[in-house]
């Protein structure tokens, strides 16, 4: 079954359909995801503010990791629980999103630099766990995650327009490239 | 009675030139968004640490005062992206409950913000203070959370 036959099945299903033409429920979970926002990407700027040397200078970088690092795992899965709901009330029109498709790709890209920092850079904390500006590849890690982590809620905001949108024709053929859009081709 | 004066906000310059643009209004709110995640941060850390968690090992005083630059740029940077985003449906927010809600809650929170819990973060550690720092901390949480909520609503209606 291809991606979009499974969308399309997705959104046949009863609870898609309940959570799509709900009055409240689909607002709620929309804006508990902004407010996981709030915390999630709050507390992990800071992290990244603070390996750029731009705040809490006086805080050992471990402690701002390991102390936020509760909560900031308990605002991203908010943000994954409510964001996999909002994809699952309106799943081909999302699904063929180009906003959606780059905010999945900056999200992977997050997620390697997440690995990246804690696997080859955090290892060595206790070298330079003071130091108010931290190694280059720490700061590096901080910035990507500053740019990604903007890239993603830049990106995510845009999926409710519909400029890009597979039933608005004729759109360029890149947009219909990226969105996979099935267009029906029109012989002259 | 605030009608005229809504009326009289659709006619300024700014709120028709996001208007007349298809993709100002979803930019500025983009920057509305990326501010609210800042915000969000340099508030709620200290909030956090007003109810003992998070960075505990800290005292609130050090926190607040190092994240005061940042909270200050996230509210600059919301408010300046706000007022266009209102200008350009001043009407719609009129008529909108959401709206009004986060008008209500949005001048406490503020002032609340840089008053109270300002004053409240620098206290010294003395016996009692804990207690009022716990109830400053989740009412800042439950303030900013509500005025955010409130204005995500202002798109449904």
């Known amino acids: ?188 | 009675m605030l009608l005229p004066f809504f009326e009289w906000c659709e006619t300024l310059w700014l709120g028709q030139f996001v208007v007349g643009s298809n993709w100002l209004f979803p930019v500025i709110e983009s920057v509305h968004l990326l501010a609210l995640a800042l915000l969000g941060g340099a508030v709620f850390v200290v909030d956090f640490r007003m109810l003992g968690l998070g960075l505990k090992d800290r005292g609130v005083a050090e926190l607040a005062n190092d994240v005061r630059p940042w909270m200050l740029a996230g509210l600059c940077v919301m408010v300046l992206t706000g007022v266009p985003l209102f200008l350009s449906e001043p009407i719609k927010c009129y008529y909108s409950t959401a709206f009004w809600v986060k008008m209500t809650t949005l001048p406490i929170a503020l002032v609340f913000t840089l008053t109270l819990r300002a004053r409240m973060a620098q206290a010294a550690p003395v016996r009692g203070t804990a207690r009022r720092q716990q109830l400053v901390g989740a009412l800042s949480i439950a303030l900013w959370f509500t005025v955010a909520a409130a204005g995500r609503w202002i798109g449904f209606s």
């Open chain 1, 1 to 188: 079954m291809s991606l979009l036959a499974f969308c399309e099945w997705l959104a046949a299903t009863e609870g898609s359909i309940a959570l799509h033409e709900s009055m409240y429920m689909y607002p709620i979970v929309e804006s508990t995801h902004v407010l996981a926002l709030m915390l999630f990407v709050g507390f992990a700027t800071l992290l990244d503010l603070r390996l750029l040397g731009l705040t809490l200078k006086r805080v050992p970088v471990s402690q701002v990791a390991e102390r936020l690092l509760p909560w900031t795992i308990a605002g991203f899965v908010v943000m994954v629980v409510t964001g996999v709901l909002l994809f699952y009330a309106i799943p081909i029109r999302t699904y063929q999103s180009i906003f959606f498709r780059a905010k999945v790709i900056f999200l992977i890209l997050a997620g390697l630099n997440v690995w990246l920092f804690h696997s080859r850079i955090f290892t060595r904390i206790a070298e330079w766990d003071h130091d108010i500006i931290t190694p280059r590849a720490a700061r590096r890690a901080g910035l990507a995650s500053l740019v990604l982590w903007g890239a993603i809620i830049v990106a995510g905001r845009m999926i409710a327009y519909n400029w890009f949108d597979c039933d608005i024709q004729p759109q360029p053929a890149f947009v219909n490239w990226a969105a996979g859009c099935v267009v029906p081709t029109v012989t002259p």
